[in-house]
C-alpha cells in the first residue's frame, strides 16, 4: 500500500458534513474528512498484512505527515500492536510525532501505539521521563497517557510496582500544572490505578490531592470506597 493509495482510499470514504463537525469539536487548525474511527481502524488493519514492517512504517510517516487529522489516527492505528519483532523504528517514530501534538483524540491513539512499544521495553521509559518536562502541556500529558497500561494490572511483578511509583512521581511533579488536560491526565491515572491498587491511589490524594483542582481530586477518588 503507497501513501498516495492509502490517503485516496481515505479521501473516498469521507463525510463533508461529518468532517464540519469533526473540525468544530477538535479544533486544531488541519483537515478533516469525517470518518469514523472503527473505519480508520478496519482500514489500518488491512493495510498492515504486509510483513515488510519497513513499508508500513514509512507508510504510517506519510500519513502522519500529510496532517489530516484521519489519516493521523490511521498512522497510529497501523502501528497499535502488541508484538512487533524489531520495533525500535516503531518507537522512533511515535516518540517523534509527541511534540506535534496538539489535540487530544490523535494524542491519545498515538499513545495507545505507544504504550505497547513501552510494555514491550521499559527502558523506554527513561525517554518519556523527559516528556514531563516539555514546556508543551501536550507532550507533558502524553508521559501520563503513554503510561496507562501500568495502572491496570492485577498481578504487577516488583518491576511493575516501581514504573508505577515512577509514574507517581511524575505526576506529583504535574500536580501544581493549572492546565485542565494536564489535571484530567492525572485524575485518569489514579482513576485507573484505583481499581487495581487502591492503597496507592489514597496515598497519592493524601500527599498531594490538596493541589489538584477539585474536580481532578473528585474523578481520582471515583472508585475509591470509604475508608
Not at 486544531?28 to 493495510?47: H, K
Not at 514492517?53 to 496532517?67: G, K, T
Request: glycine share 4%.
Amino acid at each position: 500500500m503507497t501513501p498516495a493509495a492509502a490517503l485516496a482510499e481515505l479521501r473516498a470514504l469521507a463525510d463533508p458534513v461529518r468532517a464540519a463537525g469533526a473540525a468544530a469539536y477538535h479544533k486544531a487548525a488541519r483537515d478533516y474528512l469525517g470518518i469514523p474511527v472503527p473505519v480508520l481502524t478496519e482500514r489500518a488493519q488491512a493495510w498492515r498484512v504486509t510483513p515488510d514492517l519497513p513499508a508500513r512504517v514509512a507508510l504510517a510517516d506519510a500519513l502522519w505527515r500529510s496532517d489530516i487529522h484521519e489519516a493521523r489516527i490511521a498512522a497510529a492505528k497501523l502501528l497499535t500492536q502488541a508484538r512487533i519483532r524489531g520495533d525500535a523504528p516503531v518507537w522512533q517514530l511515535i516518540a517523534s510525532w509527541v511534540p506535534e501534538f496538539d489535540a487530544w483524540a490523535i494524542a491519545d491513539h498515538a499513545c495507545d501505539a505507544g504504550a505497547r512499544r513501552l510494555v514491550a521495553d521499559p527502558s523506554r521509559l527513561d525517554e518519556v521521563e523527559g516528556w514531563t518536562r516539555s514546556p508543551n502541556m501536550w507532550t507533558r500529558r502524553a508521559a501520563l497517557v503513554i503510561t496507562l497500561p501500568w495502572t491496570r494490572q492485577n498481578h504487577p511483578k516488583a518491576s511493575d510496582i516501581a514504573i508505577r511509583d515512577r509514574v507517581l512521581g511524575w505526576a506529583a511533579g504535574l500536580a501544581d500544572d493549572r492546565d485542565w488536560f494536564i489535571q484530567k491526565a492525572i485524575a485518569w491515572w489514579l482513576r485507573d490505578l484505583s481499581k487495581h491498587d487502591p492503597d496507592r491511589t489514597r496515598a497519592f490524594l493524601a500527599a498531594h490531592g490538596a493541589r489538584l483542582k477539585p474536580f481532578a481530586r473528585k474523578e481520582a477518588a471515583k472508585y475509591l470506597a470509604p475508608l
